[in-house]
T-cell receptor
Framework: GQQVMQIPQYQHVQEGEDFTTYCNSS?????IQWYKQRPGGHPVFLIQ?????EVKKQKRLTFQFGEAKKNSSLHITATQTTDVGTYFC????????????????FGKGTKLSVIP | GAVVSQHPSWVICKSGTSVKIECRSL??????MFWYRQFPKQSLMLMAT?????????EQGVEKDKFLINHASLTLSTLTVTSAHPEDSSFYIC??????????????FGAGTRLSVL
């Protein structure tokens, strides 16, 4: 089945340092999404990438979708304490006929800790 | 963004009792709702997908008689954990999707329900 691998599992950075998390899929994806889950909270949608090679920015966050549509990355420039949380990528792959839905497979997430 | 309300946020129950969790889409009609389970420091594990008016599709290893899902309307889905046991203690999160199709496969999550079974 479709698998989405995400690395690293944990990342501790000093405030002001950059941070990157990587996502790799076993299959070609239709699109990829990124979510952020704050400690004790629920996942919140950040962005969706659809096109091969697409790059999108949200302030200090830069999202990339690989040319082959099998990998993606999230890069945070100059981290702040408000960036703390777990970042999940989720890939839309094959159509699940049983569920009547396109399957969205989540990576295991990267937990970011920012040291003030 | 779209808002999904999940209730209750926290429940403590005795072993053997049943617990119902509600998931509502507040400002949109959810054609599909998803139920996830998340263990501490783990990722989201999809339990089942429910489409309004039809039976839920359960993921492999998830007991359908244990986790009853009802999606009676376009704005409400419920998950009932029947005869709960301590091993069912977990964080349960629902999500809802407004429209079908690849481009609209964005899920909006509820705040989650933390279930503790004594």
């Amino acid at each position: 089945g479709q698998q989405v691998m995400q690395i690293p599992q944990y990342q501790h950075v000093q405030e002001g340092e950059d941070f990157t998390t990587y996502c790799n899929s076993s299959t070609t994806l239709s699109n990829i999404q990124w979510y952020k889950q704050r400690p004790g909270g629920h996942p919140v949608f950040l962005i969706q990438l659809v096109k091969s090679g697409e790059v999108k920015k949200q302030k200090r966050l830069t999202f990339q979708f690989g040319e082959a549509k099998k990998n993606s990355s999230l890069h945070i420039t100059a981290t702040q304490t408000t960036d703390v949380g777990t970042y999940f990528c989720a890939g839309t792959g094959v159509y699940n006929s049983g569920a009547g839905s396109y399957q969205l497979t989540f990576g295991k997430g990267t937990k970011l800790s920012v040291i003030p | 963004g779209a808002v999904v309300s999940q209730h209750p946020s926290w429940v403590i129950c005795k072993s053997g009792t049943s617990v119902k969790i509600e998931c509502r889409s507040l400002d949109f009609q959810a054609t599909t709702m998803f139920w996830y389970r998340q263990f501490p420091k783990q990722s989201l594990m999809l339990m089942a997908t429910s489409n309004e008016g039809s039976k839920a599709t359960y993921e492999q290893g998830v007991e359908k008689d244990k986790f009853l899902i009802n999606h009676a309307s376009l704005t409400l889905s419920t998950l009932t954990v029947t005869s709960a046991h301590p091993e069912d203690s977990s964080f349960y999160i629902c999500s809802a999707r407004e429209l079908a199709g690849i481009a609209k496969n964005i899920q909006y999550f509820g705040a989650g329900t933390r279930l503790s079974v004594l």
